[in-house]
T-cell receptor, first 113, second 111 residues
Framework: DGGITQSPKYLFRKEGQNVTLSCEQNLNHDAMYWYRQDPGQGLRLIYYSQIVNDFQKGDIAEGYSVSREKKESFPLTVTSAQKNPTAFYLCASSPGQSYSPLHFGNGTRLTVT | RKEVEQDPGPFNVPEGATVAFNCTYS??????FFWYRQDCRKEPKLLMS???SGNEDGRFTAQLNRASQYISLLIRDSKLSDSATYLCVVTSGAGSYQLTFGKGTKLSVIP
C-alpha cells in the first residue's frame, strides 16, 4: 500500500541533543513538507521541498534542518537551537501540482526534557 | 483578522443531529479549500475538497462563499464515529506549500 511512514512514533530526548525524525513516502510525490502542531494550535510549516536536492524554509524554520537527497525521503533534524522542541511533528507529501491536497504521515511525538 | 479562523467548539451534538461548521479566511486570492478530519493524537486526513459550486459526499456537504470569504461543512445524521476535530485548510497561492490551517473545530457526537 502506498503511503507516508514516519518513525519513530514517540521520541524522548534530553535538552541539548539533536534528534532526527524520519519520513519516507512511496507515493511517488514530488513535494514533501514538515509541520509542527502544538496543543490547541493549527499546523505550522517548518520546511518544504518541491524537488530532490532543493528545499525552502517555512514559517518556523529556526532550529530545524532538513535534507532531500532522495525523492522518497525527507528527514527533519531538530537541533539544540530549537527553543521549544516538544511537539507533534507531521510529515506530508503531495504530487506538487497546484491546488493538490496533502497526505500526512502518522506523526512523531517528540518530548524533550 | 486571522488568516483562517474557525470556532474551536466543542460542539456537543446527539447522534442523528445535523451540525454545521464555518471557516472564514482573510486572503481573497485563495484558490483551493479543503476540510480535514483529525482524530485525537492522530494525523489529519483529507475529508473533502471544497469546490466553487459546492459538493457533497454522502452525509457531508461542503460549500464555498467567495464573496463573504468563508467555507462551510455540514454533517447530516451525525454518527458517534464523526467525533473528531475538523480542520479548515486554505491555499493562499498556487503551490501546495502555501496552505494555511485553521486551528480546528472539535465535534463530540453523544449517544
Amino acid at each position: 500500500d502506498g503511503g507516508i511512514t514516519q518513525s519513530p512514533k514517540y521520541l524522548f530526548r534530553k535538552e541539548g541533543q539533536n534528534v532526527t525524525l524520519s519520513c519516507e513516502q512511496n507515493l511517488n510525490h514530488d513535494a514533501m513538507y514538515w509541520y509542527r502542531q502544538d496543543p490547541g494550535q493549527g499546523l505550522r510549516l517548518i520546511y518544504y521541498s518541491q524537488i530532490v536536492n532543493d528545499f525552502q524554509k517555512g514559517d518556523i524554520a529556526e532550529g530545524y534542518s532538513v535534507s532531500r537527497e532522495k525523492k522518497e525521503s525527507f528527514p527533519l533534524t531538530v537541533t539544540s537551537a530549537q527553543k521549544n522542541p516538544t511537539a507533534f511533528y507531521l510529515c506530508a507529501s503531495s504530487p506538487g501540482q497546484s491546488y493538490s491536497p496533502l497526505h500526512f504521515g502518522n506523526g512523531t511525538r517528540l518530548t524533550v526534557t | 483578522r486571522k488568516e483562517v479562523e474557525q470556532d474551536p467548539g466543542p460542539f456537543n451534538v446527539p447522534e442523528g443531529a445535523t451540525v454545521a461548521f464555518n471557516c472564514t479566511y482573510s486572503n481573497s486570492a485563495s484558490q483551493s479549500f479543503f476540510w480535514y478530519r483529525q482524530d485525537c493524537r492522530k494525523e489529519p486526513k483529507l475529508l473533502m475538497s471544497v469546490y466553487s459550486s459546492g459538493n457533497e459526499d454522502g452525509r457531508f456537504t461542503a460549500q464555498l462563499n467567495r464573496a463573504s470569504q468563508y467555507i462551510s461543512l455540514l454533517i447530516r445524521d451525525s454518527k458517534l464515529s464523526d467525533s473528531a476535530t475538523y480542520l479548515c485548510v486554505v491555499t493562499s497561492g498556487a503551490g501546495s506549500y502555501q496552505l494555511t490551517f485553521g486551528k480546528g473545530t472539535k465535534l463530540s457526537v453523544i449517544p
